[in-house]
């Protein structure tokens, strides 16, 4: 009669201890231990030290559970404001912090470049990582904002150079006639969308994650 009763238990033991997910947490550890309290042996009941062990254990979980649950919190708080952030930049100007485009195998580079002023005359000039001269474009006058540019990857000879960086800048006069300067990489912020929780910042025609920001003014 005794070993059935003990079977029993055990089985009923196993049923409780079940865990589909294997993770116990603090109520499924708690239910461990009352089973163990229950079908103790009462003439041998566990000692004050293995108690002490056990609670201390549930103890720990439930910091754990509680900690991983506020740092969930924090990073949607983080996530919010940073997101509030992106959008309070619309309107300000954003630098990617390099002026440099990508020249590549295919002998081509398309890149945009922001023009503040309406242009009157000036020079779209592409330098080499050695800081010379490459390339040198006329600009369009009566043109402002965002321009898009397509470099054949070809010098002002007509030869092709290496692929690699090549830095973009402008220098023009403005409808008053007056001197100004530009690059590739800086751009005004013209509208933010939410995607899947990440704000991505509108910079010319792309819109791309707020990380690729450097600097906002």
Do not use: C
């Not at 990073?75 to 930049?89: C, L």
């Not at 990582?129 to 390339?135: A, F, P, S, T």
């Amino acid at each position: 009669m005794s070993t059935v009763t003990d079977s029993t238990a055990v089985a009923k033991t196993d049923n409780i201890a079940v865990n589909p997910g294997s993770k116990l947490d603090k109520d499924a550890f708690m239910k461990l231990l009352l089973v163990e309290l229950q079908y103790q042996d009462p003439t041998s009941p566990m000692d004050s030290d293995k108690m002490l062990t056990q609670t201390s254990q549930l103890a720990a979980l439930e910091t754990q559970e509680n900690t991983n649950k506020m740092m969930e919190k924090l990073a949607s708080q983080m996530g919010n404001s940073m997101n509030m952030y992106a959008i309070s930049a619309i309107g300000k100007m954003a630098s990617i912090g390099f002026n440099a485009v990508s020249l590549e195998e295919t002998g081509s580079a398309k890149f945009e470049v922001y023009f503040e002023n309406e242009i009157h005359s000036g020079k779209l000039l592409i330098k080499d990582k050695e800081d010379k001269l490459v390339r040198t474009v006329e600009l369009e006058a009566g043109k402002k904002g965002v321009l898009s540019f397509e470099w054949d990857g070809t010098n002002d000879l007509g030869q092709t150079v290496e692929k690699g960086y090549y830095s973009v800048t402008a220098e023009y006069l403005d409808s008053d006639l007056k001197q100004q300067t530009t690059q590739f990489g800086i751009y005004p912020v013209e509208s933010v969308r939410i995607d899947k929780g990440e704000a991505l910042i509108k910079l010319g025609s792309s819109y791309v994650p707020l990380e690729y920001v450097k600097e906002f003014f």
